[in-house]
């Protein structure tokens, strides 16, 4: 079994910064990729920013620019700097993983989530 553990969530002001971070842990082998998505009320889940084993990066093209995703392969953990934030980027923040167990498997995990409110 594998956990993914979110934190950095939080209010905070127009153009202001935060950090999230998540860790995985668990029966791990390897992790292929690693990405945030977020959740607005009312919306579908959407992909924020993914990050490949090897450090290849994508993002929404609505943070590009302002969010950067980066990944501690040593510590099973990926980050995601979000600076200039908005109010449309209040949403919960979702951690995925695509990674192999221990077992072979192939399997896709989530984070419980965390919040993100860009208010005045």
């Known amino acids: 079994q594998v956990q993914l553990v979110e934190s950095g969530g939080g209010l905070v002001q127009p153009g202001g910064s935060l950090r999230l971070s998540c860790a995985a842990s668990g029966s791990i082998f390897s992790i292929y990729t690693m990405g945030w998505y977020r959740q607005a009320p009312g919306k579908q889940r959407e992909l924020v920013a993914g990050?490949?084993?090897?450090?290849?990066?994508n993002y929404a093209d609505s943070v590009k620019g302002r969010f950067t995703i980066s990944r501690d392969n040593a510590n099973n953990t990926v980050y995601l700097q979000m600076n200039s934030l908005k109010p449309e980027d209040t949403a919960v923040y979702y951690c995925?993983?695509?990674?192999?167990?221990?077992?072979?498997?192939?399997?896709?995990?989530w984070g419980q989530g965390t919040q993100v409110t860009v208010s005045s």
């Open positions: 995925n993983s695509d990674l192999k167990e221990f077992s072979r498997r192939r399997m896709n995990y």
């Open positions: 990050i490949t084993a090897g450090g290849n990066t």
